[in-house]
C-alpha cells in the first residue's frame, strides 16, 4: 500500500518505537525453547530393573544382590535384563535357589530406579521398556499442538488481530505450563503439553508478522532474525536449567513461571497499523501511527495522515485464497518447504541423545550455534536474496544428514561436530522460511498463510519424533529420511519469485512482486 509505505518512511522504518517493539517481542521467544525441548533433558536413560520384591515374602533376609540374582535373568553382556524378570513362583526359598528360576516374563510390578535418582519423567511414570514409546508419543502429541496452534492462531490473528492473539497465547502457556508441573498422570502430562504448543505455535507465527508488518523494506530480515536469536539464547539456557536442577517438576516450574511477567503487554503492546488499515480501522490505525511517530521523536504531515486509506476496498481473506490462482503456487511450495525445514530442524534436535557426547553440552553447542546461524541470515538475505538462500541451505542442510549416514558409530566427535553444522544450517534455512513467508503472503491473509506453512512444519514435526525410533532396524533409516526430504524440496524453490526490496502486498490482487523482480524461472 503506497500511502502506508509512506508513513512509515516518515515516522522512521527502524526507529526506536520499532527496536522496542522487537525486543517485546523477543522476550516470549526467549521462553517459548523450554516447551519445545526441556522434555529431552527429563527423560535422560537410567539403569533400571523389574521390582522382583515378591521374593522378599519367602526370604526376608536376602541381600539385594542374591535378590537380583534370583530373579532377573542376565544379558549376553552379562548385565542383568532390564524389561524381563523369572516367573514368581509358590516355591519356599530353597526351593529356588536349589533348582533355579527359568520362566521368564515382562515386569509385573514396576521397575526399580537408582535411590539418589532425582526424580524425572522416566523415573516417575515408567518410561521404561514397553513403555518407552509414551516418551515419543508425546512428542509428537506436542507437535500436534504446535500444528493445532497455527491453525487456529493463524486464522483467528487475521480476523481479530495480531495484538488480542499474542495476548491470548501468553495466557495459554502461562496458565498451562504452570501446571504442567503438578500433573498426576502421564496422559494429563500430554494434553496439557499439547495445549502449551498450540499457544507457543500462536506466538511464533504473531511475532513475525506483527514484527514484519511494523518495519520499512530493507529492515524486515534484521527485525524477524534478530527478535528470532532470543531463541537460540533460550535454547542455551535451557541446557543451563536442565542441567542445575534434575527435578522434573521444579525444571517445569522454572521454566514456564517468567511467563506471568509478560502480563504487562496488556498495557504496552501495539497492534499492527497496517492490519487496522486493512480492517478499514483507520481512526485506531492513526492513533497507533502517532504513538509510534512520537516515540521516534518524529512528526508525521497532517496531510498525509488524512490521506491514509486503503488504496481500494478490501475484503476480508480466507483460507481458500491461498490457493487461487495467483497464490496456488506460492503455497504449495512454501508448505512444502516448511515441512522439510522441520523435519530436519527437529530431527537434529530430538537426536541429541544419540550423538554420543554430553547431552547438556551438545545442546549447549546446539543453542549457540542458532545464535550466529540466526544472525548470518540477516546478511545472506541482503546479499543473495530470499530465493538463493532458501534452496541452497535447505539442500545443505539435507546433504550433511545424509553425510552422517556413513559416519560410523564409534566416531562420536565427527558425529557431533556434523550434527552441529547441520543444525546450523538446518536453523538458517527455517530463520529464511520465517522472513520469506512473511513477505510472499498479502497482509489480509499474511497470518493464515504463515499458519498454513506452519502447519506442514508441525506435521514434520509429529513425525520426526516417530521416525527416529527406526534406527532400531537400522542406524541410517532415520538420517536418511532427515536428509533426502530437504535435498528434494529445495529444487523446488527455483519456482518460487523474489522479495528482496519489494513492498509488502496488502491484498490477494497485489500478492506478487512486480514484473521485473519476479525472475520465477532463474535461480542464480
Known amino acids: 500500500m503506497a500511502e502506508f509505505g509512506d508513513l512509515l518512511s516518515a515516522l522512521g522504518e527502524f526507529g526506536r518505537f520499532q527496536k522496542l517493539l522487537m525486543l517485546l517481542l523477543s522476550l516470549p521467544l526467549l521462553l517459548n525453547p523450554f516447551q519445545m525441548i526441556a522434555q529431552v533433558f527429563m527423560v535422560v536413560e537410567v539403569p533400571h530393573h523389574c521390582d522382583t520384591s515378591w521374593i522378599r515374602t519367602v526370604g526376608p533376609n536376602l541381600t539385594e544382590e542374591e535378590q537380583l540374582n534370583l530373579t532377573l535373568p542376565r544379558a549376553v553382556d552379562g548385565e542383568f535384563e532390564q524389561c524381563s524378570m523369572y516367573s514368581p513362583v509358590d516355591w519356599d526359598l530353597d526351593s529356588i535357589m536349589a533348582y533355579g528360576l527359568n520362566d521368564t516374563q515382562k515386569c509385573s510390578s514396576g521397575w526399580v530406579y537408582p535411590s539418589e535418582q532425582p526424580p524425572s519423567l522416566l523415573t516417575e511414570f515408567d518410561l521404561v521398556c514397553d513403555r518407552a514409546v509414551l516418551n515419543d508419543l508425546s512428542q509428537s502429541i506436542y507437535m500436534a499442538g504446535l500444528l493445532k496452534g497455527a491453525m487456529i492462531f493463524g486464522i483467528l490473528s487475521d480476523r481479530i488481530g495480531r495484538r488480542p492473539v499474542l495476548l491470548i497465547c501468553i495466557l495459554i502457556q502461562s496458565v498451562f505450563g504452570l501446571g504442567i508441573a503438578f500433573v498426576p498422570h502421564f496422559y494429563v502430562y500430554m494434553a496439557f503439553r499439547s495445549v502449551v504448543a498450540a499457544a507457543v505455535s500462536g506466538i511464533m507465527i504473531t511475532v513475525v508478522s506483527l514484527v514484519t508488518e511494523w518495519v520499512g523494506v530493507s529492515y524486515r530480515p534484521k ?88 488504496e481500494k476496498q478490501t475484503k476480508s481473506g480466507s483460507f481458500l485464497d491461498l490457493f487461487r490462482k495467483d497464490l496456488r503456487k506460492v503455497t504449495l511450495i512454501m508448505s512444502c518447504v516448511w515441512f522439510a525445514d522441520s ?51 535447505l539442500l545443505l542442510a539435507g546433504l550433511i544428514c545424509l553425510i552422517l549416514i556413513g559416519i560410523p558409530e564409534d566416531q562420536p566427535v565427527a558425529i557431533t561436530v556434523l550434527a552441529i553444522i547441520g543444525k546450523f544450517t538446518a536453523t538458517a534455512t527455517f530463520s529464511t522460511s520465517y522472513v520469506y513467508a512473511a513477505e510472499l503472503f498479502p497482509t489480509i491473509v499474511r497470518q493464515t498463510g504463515v499458519g498454513l506453512c506452519s502447519m506442514m512444519a508441525r506435521v514434520a514435526g509429529i513425525l520426526a519424533p516417530l521416525i527416529i525410533p527406526l534406527d532400531q532396524y537400522h542406524r541410517a533409516i532415520p538420517m536418511a529420511i532427515f536428509g533426502s526430504i530437504p535435498v528434494v524440496v529445495a529444487l523446488s524453490c527455483i519456482l518460487l519469485p523474489e522479495t528482496k526490496g519489494v513492498d509488502l502486498a496488502d491484498d490477494t490482487g497485489e500478492d506478487q512482486p512486480p514484473d521485473e523482480e519476479q525472475k520465477t524461472g532463474e535461480f542464480f
Open 223 to 310: 527485525a524477524v532474525l534478530i527478535a528470532h536469536t532470543a531463541f537460540a539464547i533460550g535454547q542455551m539456557m535451557v541446557a543451563g536449567l536442565s542441567y542445575g536442577i534434575r527435578n522434573w517438576r521444579l525444571l517445569e516450574i522454572a521454566g514456564s513461571a517468567p511467563m506471568f511477567a509478560l502480563f504487562f503487554y496488556i498495557w504496552v503492546l501495539p497492534e499492527s497499523a497496517r492490519w487496522l488499515v486493512t480492517k478499514g480501522r483507520i481512526e485506531e490505525a492513526k492513533k497507533v501511527l502517532q504513538k509510534a511517530a512520537a516515540t521516534n521523536k518524529r512528526s508525521l504531515p497532517p496531510g498525509l495522515l488524512e490521506q491514509l486509506k486503503p
Open 343 to 393: 523435519i530436519v530442524y527437529y530431527g537434529l534436535s530430538l537426536s541429541v541423545t544419540d550423538f554420543g557426547l554430553d547431552i547438556y553440552l551438545t545442546q549447549l553447542a546446539f543453542g549457540a550455534v542458532e545464535f550466529p546461524a540466526r544472525i548470518s541470515c540477516i546478511f545472506l538475505l541482503e546479499w543473495f536474496g530470499r530465493k538463493k538462500v532458501q534452496g541452497i541451505l
